[in-house]
Structures are given as structure tokens and as C-alpha cells.
């Protein structure tokens, strides 16, 4: 960043899609709950599980071979509790593959979670834009 350079990312939710998202040079591929409405045709991201998203991010992670692979973490896998958040980012990257999990909100309780999950080592992506 202090350089200058600009990085690239794409959503992916699939195989296909993260191949070409590392065919077009995408620095990370970001598996959105976005996959709620764009691959299982809901209204919002409020239907899908975090066992859904880890499907999403091993299929995702079988096409990365060079770019970072970002999980996002699913409303509802996160909020309760600074354990629940830590289990379910942990899971994320154990079962799922991913290189770091993104979580959204700028409240303070879920700064309290974000803070938890970087404290478990995970890597951590923060999201302060639309939340569901």
C-alpha cells in the first residue's frame, strides 16, 4: 500500500470462477455470502449457513493456486459470541481453505469479535459497507 500498488480481487463461489479469476491475475478471490443469492437464487445472504460457505471456499481453494482466499463469514456464525466467532473463522480456514475470513459490521460488539478472531491467529478482512 505504501508503494503504491493496487491489488485485484474477485468474487469467486465456485471451481470455475476461481479459475478465472486467477486466469485474469486476481490478487484475492473473496467467497461472498453473496453466493445466498447469486448461486442459490435468495433474496438476501441471510439464508446461507457457514457449512455452505465452507463448501464454497473448498471449491474455491481447488482453483486458487496463487491468490489469497477470502471466506466471508455468514450472518449468524459470528455475532453471539467472541467463541463462536473464533470456532466459526477457525472452521472456515481448517475445512474450507481459506487464506483469511471477512466479517462485517462496525459495531463495537462486533469490533469485540473481529479482535478475537485476529487474536486466534486467523487472518481478518473488515467490511464497514451494507450489512444485511
Given at each position: ?14 471451481h470455475?470462477?476461481?479459475?478465472h ?32 460457505m ?57 469490533t ?21
Open positions: 500500500r505504501q508503494k503504491g500498488q493496487k491489488i485485484a480481487c474477485v468474487t469467486a463461489y465456485d470455475p470462477s476461481a479459475l479469476g486467477e486466469m485474469a491475475g486476481a490478487d484475492l478471490l473473496l467467497v461472498g455470502d453473496s453466493a445466498a443469492m447469486v448461486v442459490h437464487g435468495h433474496d438476501t445472504t441471510l439464508p446461507i449457513t457457514l457449512e455452505e465452507v463448501w464454497h471456499c473448498k471449491s474455491v481453494r481447488r482453483g486458487a493456486k496463487r491468490a489469497m482466499v477470502v471466506g466471508d463469514l455468514p450472518f449468524g456464525s459470528y455475532e453471539a459470541s467472541t467463541t463462536q466467532a473464533v470456532h466459526s473463522a477457525v472452521r472456515l480456514m481448517q475445512k474450507g481453505g481459506a487464506d483469511a475470513v471477512k466479517l462485517e459490521g462496525g459495531a463495537p460488539d462486533r469485540k469479535a473481529a479482535m478475537a478472531v485476529v487474536r486466534a491467529g486467523c487472518a481478518t478482512m473488515g467490511h464497514v459497507g451494507l450489512t444485511p
